[in-house]
């Protein structure tokens, strides 16, 4: 298993500009989440899927579009960046426990660094 | 807003020692989870411990949880240099991982 892959790990953006985060996991997990990560914080949640057409909002989602059309691609949309998005993006899937298999551990992407200018 | 802290913000301390890091939040919660973080890298889980649950041990991790202050510790015994990372406690308000919310972390520096 290749576990969970985020493209690009790194982007630089022109205030504006629009673009697409890319997160996939291999693993069949239900639940999907997009997390930010700024300077010596912890991560705020943006957006969260507990299934395929399945999406709702976190914490911080302003600024950003999800969807969710096939259990293994959860892709963040960046509608229009701005410098306040200059940040970390980190994307974790796990099983949600309905189908008996552990949920005990979330899986989190190695990250995409965001810069806007 | 981040619910919960962690304590201490900065940690540091000579191998072989062990290091205790602490949680704590606001809420009633489902389950509690730490994970490590290396400089630039994702995040690791490490081990989650459930509402109901007031110890847990994996390797030379040893977590408690109790509910009734609200906060949780982490022990890593017999610390090594690789353990050198930022540790973060996420707090889960329901039965599944789709919503943490993390607290703002603990610096461990091991000195070798």
């Known amino acids: 298993n290749a576990g969970v892959t985020q493209t690009p790990k790194f982007q630089v953006l022109k205030t504006g500009q629009s673009m697409t985060l890319q997160c996939a996991q291999d693993m069949n997990h239900e639940y999907m989440s997009w997390y930010r990560q700024d300077p010596g914080m912890g991560l705020r949640l943006i957006h969260y899927?507990?299934?395929?057409?399945?999406?709702d909002q976190g914490e911080v989602p302003n600024g950003y579009n999800v969807s969710r059309s096939t259990t293994e691609d959860f892709p963040l949309r960046l509608l229009s960046a701005a410098p306040s998005q200059t940040s970390v993006y980190f994307c974790?899937?796990?099983?949600?426990?309905?189908?008996?298999?552990?949920?005990?551990?979330?899986?989190f992407g190695p990250g995409t660094r965001l810069t806007v200018l | 807003s981040q619910q919960g802290e962690e304590d201490p913000q900065a940690l540091s301390i000579q191998e072989g020692e062990n290091a205790t890091m602490n949680c704590s939040y606001k809420t009633s919660i489902n389950n509690l989870q730490w994970y490590r973080q290396n400089s630039g890298r994702g995040l690791v889980h490490l081990i989650l411990i459930r509402s109901n649950e007031r110890e847990k041990h994996s390797g030379r991790l040893r977590v408690t949880l109790d509910t009734s202050k609200k906060s949780s510790s982490l022990l890593i015994t017999a610390s090594r240099a690789a353990d050198t990372a930022s540790y973060f406690c996420a707090k889960a308000m329901n039965f599944g991982n789709e919503k943490l919310t993390f607290g703002t972390g603990t610096r461990l520096t091991i000195i070798p």
């Open positions: 899927s507990v299934g395929a057409g399945i999406t």
């Open positions: 974790a899937s796990s099983y949600s426990g309905t189908s008996g298999r552990p949920t005990d551990t979330q899986y």
